[in-house]
Nanobody
Framework: QVQVVESGGGLVQPGGSLRLSCETS????????MAWYRQAPGMQRELAAI???????NYSESVRGRFTISRDSAKKMAYLQMSSLKVEDTAVYYC???????????????WGQGTQVTVSS
C-alpha cells in the first residue's frame, strides 16, 4: 500500500510564506505525478498545483505566480512553497500521489489526510 502524509500547515499572516511537505511511502507503485489540492470552508475541492515525473508543472490561476510546486523523486517527497499568502488561501491542503500499481498495471491515486493552512491577521 501507499501512504501519503502532509506536513507544514499552520497559521500565517497575510503576505507571509509557508512551505508544505508531502511524504510518500510504500512499494509497488510508480509515481507519475504529484499534486496539491485544497478545500476552503463551504467550497469544492480544487487543484492548486501539479508536477509530473518529468518536472512539468501547472497551477490554478488563483495561485500562479505565488505558489511553487517541486518534488524530490529520490526521497519520494513533494513540496508546495506558498508566498504572498492571502486570506482566501485559507483551506485544508491535500497531497495526492498518482501513478501505476505494479500488481495490476492500473492507474491509481492516493490522498493524504490534509493539513490546515490558515491565513489571518
Amino acid at each position: 500500500q501507499v501512504q501519503v502524509v502532509e506536513s507544514g500547515g499552520g497559521l500565517v499572516q497575510p503576505g507571509g510564506s509557508l512551505r508544505l511537505s508531502c511524504e510518500t511511502s510504500g512499494s509497488g507503485f510508480s509515481i507519475t505525478a504529484m499534486a496539491w489540492y485544497r478545500q476552503a470552508p463551504g467550497m469544492q475541492r480544487e487543484l492548486a498545483a501539479i508536477i509530473t515525473n518529468t518536472g512539468s508543472t501547472n497551477y490554478s490561476e488563483s495561485v500562479r505566480g505565488r505558489f511553487t510546486i517541486s518534488r524530490d523523486s529520490a526521497k519520494k517527497m513533494a513540496y508546495l512553497q506558498m508566498s504572498s499568502l492571502k486570506v482566501e488561501d485559507t483551506a485544508v491542503y491535500y497531497c495526492v500521489a498518482r501513478g501505476v500499481l505494479f500488481s495490476t498495471l492500473r492507474s491509481s491515486e492516493y490522498w493524504g489526510q490534509g493539513t490546515q493552512v490558515t491565513v489571518s491577521s
